[in-house]
């Protein structure tokens, strides 16, 4: 099955600063990477997601780009603000045979400083 | 109008008891999950139910039982609590097998 790796566990950033987390996955068929935002005590919830057949896309702050030949896609926040804070997962499945779901990977603490 | 609803929100429970959790979607997707979410937040799938077709995770204990009774709902049904299960779980249900809309989360303390 699939699995998922993600780097790293906590990150702190100041206000206005650039966030960057890296995830790697395991299976080549694997070809939809969704990134899903938490935040304390409620549920996760979609923030953004790429394709296999997409290098990068970019909504607002938020980017996220795909390697594919390396197995690794990241998620980029630019100019952070305090309501970035929050657990980020990467997740990846092969879509139309994933009928097991999502795999997560272990979260990521984003830490916003004032 | 929520559109995946779970209850109840927060179960304390003796060791050795059965309890159930409801999960309920208004968005007529086909496909229902239940996520185990550890104290390290780490997201793991349980269960993923679609048309009638279950796909179990092998490393769920069989003391865990899902139960839809129609494609709107996916019960989470537990005996014999154990200390280990307390965690959140989530339900969750997708119109593709990929976005996920989850529901507000249900917190398990065994005692």
């Given at each position: 099955?699939?699995?998922?790796?993600?780097?790293?566990?906590?990150?702190?950033?100041?206000?206005?600063?650039?966030?960057?987390?890296?995830?790697?996955?395991?299976?080549?068929?694997?070809?939809?990477?969704?990134?899903?935002?938490?935040e304390l005590?409620?549920?996760?919830?979609?923030?953004?997601?790429?394709?296999?057949?997409?290098?990068?896309?970019?909504?607002?702050?938020?980017?996220?780009?795909?390697?594919?030949?390396?197995?690794?896609?990241?998620?980029?926040?630019?100019?952070?603000?305090?309501?970035?804070?929050?657990?980020?997962?990467?997740?990846?499945?092969?879509?139309?045979?994933?009928?097991?779901?999502?795999?997560?990977?272990?979260?990521?603490?984003?830490?916003?400083?004032? | 109008?929520?559109?995946?609803?779970?209850?109840?929100?927060?179960?304390?429970?003796?060791?050795?008891?059965?309890?159930?959790?409801?999960?309920?979607?208004?968005?007529?997707?086909?496909?229902?999950?239940?996520?185990?979410?550890d104290s390290?937040?780490?997201?793991?799938?349980?269960?993923?139910?679609?048309?009638?077709?279950?796909?179990?995770?092998?490393?769920?204990?069989?003391?865990?039982?899902?139960?839809?009774?129609?494609?709107?709902?996916?019960?989470?049904?537990?005996?014999?609590?154990?200390?280990?299960?307390?965690?959140?779980?989530?339900?969750?249900?997708?119109?593709?097998?990929?976005?996920?809309?989850?529901?507000?989360?249900?917190?398990?303390?065994?005692?």
């Amino acid at each position: 099955g699939e699995n998922v790796e993600q780097h790293p566990s906590t990150l702190s950033v100041q206000e206005g600063d650039s966030a960057v987390i890296k995830c790697t996955y395991s299976d080549s068929a694997s070809n939809y990477f969704p990134w899903y935002k938490q935040e304390l005590g409620k549920r996760p919830q979609l923030i953004i997601d790429i394709r296999s057949n997409v290098g990068e896309k970019k909504d607002q702050r938020i980017a996220v780009t795909l390697n594919k030949t390396a197995k690794h896609f990241s998620l980029h926040i630019t100019e952070t603000q305090p309501e970035d804070s929050a657990v980020y997962f990467c997740a990846a499945t092969y879509s139309g045979g994933g009928a097991d779901g999502l795999t997560f990977g272990k979260g990521t603490h984003l830490i916003i400083q004032p | 109008d929520t559109a995946v609803s779970q209850t109840p929100k927060y179960l304390v429970t003796q060791m050795g008891n059965d309890k159930s959790i409801k999960c309920e979607q208004n968005l007529g997707h086909d496909t229902m999950y239940w996520y185990k979410q550890d104290s390290k937040k780490f997201l793991k799938i349980m269960f993923s139910y679609n048309n009638k077709e279950l796909i179990i995770n092998e490393t769920v204990p069989n003391r865990f039982s899902p139960k839809s009774p129609d494609k709107a709902h996916l019960n989470l049904h537990i005996n014999s609590l154990e200390l280990g299960d307390s965690a959140v779980y989530f339900c969750a249900s997708s119109p593709n097998r990929e976005e996920l809309f989850f529901g507000s989360g249900t917190q398990l303390s065994v005692l």
